[in-house]
Protein backbone atom coordinates (compact mmCIF):
# COMPACT_ATOMS: atom_id res chain seq x y z
CA UNK A 1 0.00 0.00 0.00
CA UNK A 2 1.86 3.09 -1.01
CA UNK A 3 -1.37 5.48 -0.25
CA UNK A 4 -1.23 9.08 0.98
CA UNK A 5 -4.35 10.70 1.19
CA UNK A 6 -5.30 14.66 1.81
CA UNK A 7 -8.06 16.71 2.54
CA UNK A 8 -10.13 18.76 1.40
CA UNK A 9 -9.83 18.13 -2.59
CA UNK A 10 -10.46 21.69 -2.97
CA UNK A 11 -10.47 24.79 -0.93
CA UNK A 12 -11.78 27.84 -1.70
CA UNK A 13 -10.78 30.64 0.65
CA UNK A 14 -10.41 34.81 0.86
CA UNK A 15 -7.41 36.34 1.69
CA UNK A 16 -8.27 37.15 5.14
CA UNK A 17 -8.89 33.40 6.52
CA UNK A 18 -7.65 30.78 7.96
CA UNK A 19 -7.75 27.25 6.48
CA UNK A 20 -5.65 23.88 7.14
CA UNK A 21 -4.33 21.47 4.78
CA UNK A 22 -4.18 17.76 6.00
CA UNK A 23 -1.90 15.01 5.03
CA UNK A 24 -1.75 11.09 5.82
CA UNK A 25 0.01 8.32 5.51
CA UNK A 26 -0.34 4.76 7.38
CA UNK A 27 2.87 3.19 5.36
CA UNK A 28 5.59 3.95 8.45
CA UNK A 29 7.22 6.41 6.38
CA UNK A 30 9.52 8.95 8.78
CA UNK A 31 9.73 11.78 5.96
CA UNK A 32 6.52 14.08 5.29
CA UNK A 33 6.94 16.78 2.31
CA UNK A 34 4.61 19.71 1.50
CA UNK A 35 4.84 21.15 -2.57
CA UNK A 36 3.43 23.36 -4.54
CA UNK A 37 2.46 22.90 -8.16
CA UNK A 38 1.44 25.52 -10.78
CA UNK A 39 -0.18 24.66 -13.97
CA UNK A 40 2.20 22.98 -16.52
CA UNK A 41 4.81 23.33 -14.25
CA UNK A 42 6.87 20.68 -11.71
CA UNK A 43 6.16 20.31 -8.30
CA UNK A 44 8.18 22.96 -6.36
CA UNK A 45 9.48 21.49 -2.48
CA UNK A 46 8.21 23.80 0.24
CA UNK A 47 8.79 21.81 3.22
CA UNK A 48 10.42 18.28 4.69
CA UNK A 49 9.92 17.04 8.17
CA UNK A 50 12.14 13.90 9.09
CA UNK A 51 11.29 12.05 12.25
CA UNK A 52 8.42 14.71 13.10
CA UNK A 53 11.20 17.61 12.72
CA UNK A 54 11.17 20.42 10.05
CA UNK A 55 14.30 19.48 8.34
CA UNK A 56 13.98 21.75 5.27
CA UNK A 57 12.27 24.78 4.53
CA UNK A 58 12.41 26.53 1.03
CA UNK A 59 12.33 30.18 1.94
CA UNK A 60 8.43 29.86 2.48
CA UNK A 61 6.41 32.82 3.40
CA UNK A 62 5.49 33.24 6.73
CA UNK A 63 1.98 32.88 5.64
CA UNK A 64 2.13 29.03 5.28
CA UNK A 65 2.88 27.21 8.23
CA UNK A 66 3.88 23.75 8.28
CA UNK A 67 2.96 21.04 11.41
CA UNK A 68 3.73 17.78 11.90
CA UNK A 69 1.55 16.36 15.14
CA UNK A 70 2.63 12.66 14.08
CA UNK A 71 4.52 10.65 11.98
CA UNK A 72 1.64 10.26 10.05
CA UNK A 73 0.32 13.35 9.99
CA UNK A 74 1.54 16.35 8.06
CA UNK A 75 -0.92 19.89 7.99
CA UNK A 76 -0.28 23.01 6.48
CA UNK A 77 -1.70 25.75 8.19
CA UNK A 78 -3.00 28.76 5.65
CA UNK A 79 -3.52 32.31 6.60
CA UNK A 80 -3.19 36.23 4.51
CA UNK A 81 -2.59 34.02 1.09
CA UNK A 82 -2.70 35.83 -1.61
CA UNK A 83 -4.47 35.21 -5.23
CA UNK A 84 -1.08 33.99 -6.63
CA UNK A 85 -0.69 31.26 -3.86
CA UNK A 86 -3.63 29.60 -5.67
CA UNK A 87 -2.14 26.16 -7.12
CA UNK A 88 -2.57 22.43 -6.63
CA UNK A 89 -1.01 21.94 -2.79
CA UNK A 90 1.17 18.08 -2.87
CA UNK A 91 1.74 16.06 -0.03
CA UNK A 92 4.42 13.20 0.18
CA UNK A 93 6.32 10.92 1.97
CA UNK A 94 9.09 8.69 1.94
CA UNK A 95 10.77 5.59 4.18
CA UNK A 96 13.90 7.44 5.17
CA UNK A 97 16.01 5.05 7.04
CA UNK A 98 17.99 5.57 9.47
CA UNK A 99 21.41 6.77 8.56
CA UNK A 100 20.13 8.84 5.46
CA UNK A 101 22.27 7.20 2.85
CA UNK A 102 19.46 4.99 1.23
CA UNK A 103 17.86 6.25 -1.93
CA UNK A 104 14.41 7.23 -1.21
CA UNK A 105 11.34 6.88 -3.19
CA UNK A 106 8.73 9.83 -2.45
CA UNK A 107 5.29 9.01 -2.92
CA UNK A 108 2.51 11.58 -3.61
CA UNK A 109 -1.04 12.40 -2.44
CA UNK A 110 -3.79 13.24 -4.74
CA UNK A 111 -3.23 17.12 -3.55
CA UNK A 112 -5.49 19.89 -2.71
CA UNK A 113 -6.34 22.50 -5.43
CA UNK A 114 -6.64 26.15 -3.92
CA UNK A 115 -8.19 28.71 -4.97
CA UNK A 116 -7.32 32.02 -2.96
CA UNK A 117 -9.51 34.82 -3.97
CA UNK B 1 19.94 26.68 -13.86
CA UNK B 2 18.05 23.73 -14.86
CA UNK B 3 19.49 20.70 -13.38
CA UNK B 4 17.03 17.98 -14.84
CA UNK B 5 15.92 18.64 -18.07
CA UNK B 6 13.63 17.31 -20.23
CA UNK B 7 13.78 18.74 -23.74
CA UNK B 8 10.71 17.15 -25.22
CA UNK B 9 7.61 19.23 -24.11
CA UNK B 10 5.29 16.92 -26.21
CA UNK B 11 5.41 13.32 -27.62
CA UNK B 12 2.46 11.36 -29.52
CA UNK B 13 2.88 7.32 -29.99
CA UNK B 14 0.61 5.24 -31.67
CA UNK B 15 -1.22 2.49 -29.44
CA UNK B 16 1.34 -0.86 -29.26
CA UNK B 17 4.21 1.09 -30.46
CA UNK B 18 6.94 2.24 -28.22
CA UNK B 19 7.32 5.07 -26.11
CA UNK B 20 10.59 6.76 -25.31
CA UNK B 21 10.85 9.48 -22.70
CA UNK B 22 13.96 11.21 -22.43
CA UNK B 23 15.81 13.05 -19.44
CA UNK B 24 19.04 14.86 -18.64
CA UNK B 25 20.53 15.82 -15.94
CA UNK B 26 23.78 18.05 -14.81
CA UNK B 27 24.55 17.81 -11.65
CA UNK B 28 26.82 14.78 -10.94
CA UNK B 29 26.00 14.35 -7.90
CA UNK B 30 22.39 13.33 -8.34
CA UNK B 31 22.72 9.16 -7.72
CA UNK B 32 18.88 7.98 -8.08
CA UNK B 33 16.41 8.81 -10.91
CA UNK B 34 12.38 8.24 -10.58
CA UNK B 35 9.81 8.57 -13.31
CA UNK B 36 6.71 10.08 -12.38
CA UNK B 37 3.03 9.87 -14.01
CA UNK B 38 0.72 12.81 -13.77
CA UNK B 39 -2.96 13.09 -14.68
CA UNK B 40 -4.30 16.69 -14.62
CA UNK B 41 -5.35 18.08 -11.28
CA UNK B 42 -4.03 14.57 -9.84
CA UNK B 43 -0.84 14.12 -7.53
CA UNK B 44 2.12 12.45 -9.49
CA UNK B 45 1.98 8.68 -9.52
CA UNK B 46 5.49 6.67 -8.97
CA UNK B 47 6.84 4.70 -12.27
CA UNK B 48 10.29 3.16 -12.22
CA UNK B 49 13.08 4.68 -10.34
CA UNK B 50 17.21 3.42 -10.50
CA UNK B 51 19.98 4.29 -8.98
CA UNK B 52 23.21 5.09 -10.27
CA UNK B 53 25.10 1.36 -9.47
CA UNK B 54 22.39 0.06 -12.76
CA UNK B 55 22.30 0.88 -15.92
CA UNK B 56 18.75 -0.57 -15.94
CA UNK B 57 15.73 -1.33 -14.21
CA UNK B 58 12.41 -2.69 -15.48
CA UNK B 59 8.69 -3.17 -13.48
CA UNK B 60 6.23 -4.99 -16.30
CA UNK B 61 5.84 -2.50 -19.67
CA UNK B 62 8.16 0.55 -18.60
CA UNK B 63 12.12 -0.18 -18.43
CA UNK B 64 14.61 2.87 -17.23
CA UNK B 65 17.84 3.12 -18.79
CA UNK B 66 20.64 5.04 -17.16
CA UNK B 67 23.79 6.42 -19.14
CA UNK B 68 26.29 7.96 -16.15
CA UNK B 69 28.47 9.15 -18.79
CA UNK B 70 26.07 11.09 -20.74
CA UNK B 71 24.30 11.97 -18.35
CA UNK B 72 21.07 10.67 -19.71
CA UNK B 73 18.34 8.48 -19.07
CA UNK B 74 15.43 7.65 -20.99
CA UNK B 75 11.59 5.63 -19.98
CA UNK B 76 10.65 3.14 -22.50
CA UNK B 77 6.62 1.96 -22.41
CA UNK B 78 6.04 -0.95 -24.37
CA UNK B 79 3.14 -1.60 -25.43
CA UNK B 80 1.95 2.28 -25.16
CA UNK B 81 -1.76 2.01 -24.05
CA UNK B 82 -3.91 4.90 -23.95
CA UNK B 83 -4.45 4.86 -20.63
CA UNK B 84 -0.79 5.68 -20.49
CA UNK B 85 -1.70 9.68 -21.79
CA UNK B 86 -0.04 11.79 -19.08
CA UNK B 87 2.60 13.96 -18.19
CA UNK B 88 5.97 12.07 -17.49
CA UNK B 89 8.27 13.73 -14.88
CA UNK B 90 12.33 12.82 -14.08
CA UNK B 91 13.24 13.44 -10.98
CA UNK B 92 16.41 12.77 -9.49
CA UNK B 93 18.53 13.34 -6.23
CA UNK B 94 21.38 12.77 -4.06
CA UNK B 95 21.80 10.01 -1.52
CA UNK B 96 24.85 11.41 0.14
CA UNK B 97 23.84 12.63 3.60
CA UNK B 98 22.75 16.15 4.01
CA UNK B 99 19.40 18.54 3.38
CA UNK B 100 20.05 17.91 -0.23
CA UNK B 101 19.13 13.88 -0.60
CA UNK B 102 15.70 14.81 0.78
CA UNK B 103 15.01 17.49 -2.08
CA UNK B 104 13.84 16.13 -5.48
CA UNK B 105 14.26 18.10 -8.71
CA UNK B 106 11.88 17.38 -11.44
CA UNK B 107 12.56 17.97 -14.95
CA UNK B 108 9.66 20.40 -16.69
CA UNK B 109 7.47 17.06 -18.19
CA UNK B 110 7.03 15.82 -21.15
CA UNK B 111 3.04 14.94 -22.41
CA UNK B 112 2.81 11.73 -24.04
CA UNK B 113 -0.59 11.23 -26.05
CA UNK B 114 -1.14 7.37 -26.87
CA UNK B 115 -3.64 7.63 -30.00
CA UNK B 116 -5.95 4.75 -30.46
Known amino acids: DTEVTQTPKHLVMGMTNKKSLKCEQH?????MYWYKQKAKKPPELMFV???????INESVPSRFSPECPNSSLLNLHLHALQPEDSALYLC????????????????FGPGTRLTVL | DQQVKQNSPSLSVQEGRISILNCDYT??????FLWYKKYPAEGPTFLIS?????DKNEDGRFTVFLNKSAKHLSLHIVPSQPGDSAVYFC???????????????FGKGTLLTVNP
Open chain 1, 49 to 55: YSYEKLS
Open chain 1, 27 to 31: MGHRA
Open chain 2, 91 to 105: AASGTTYGGSNYKLT
Open chain 2, 27 to 32: NSMFDY
Open chain 2, 50 to 54: ISSIK
Open chain 1, 92 to 107: ASSQRRAGAFAADTQY
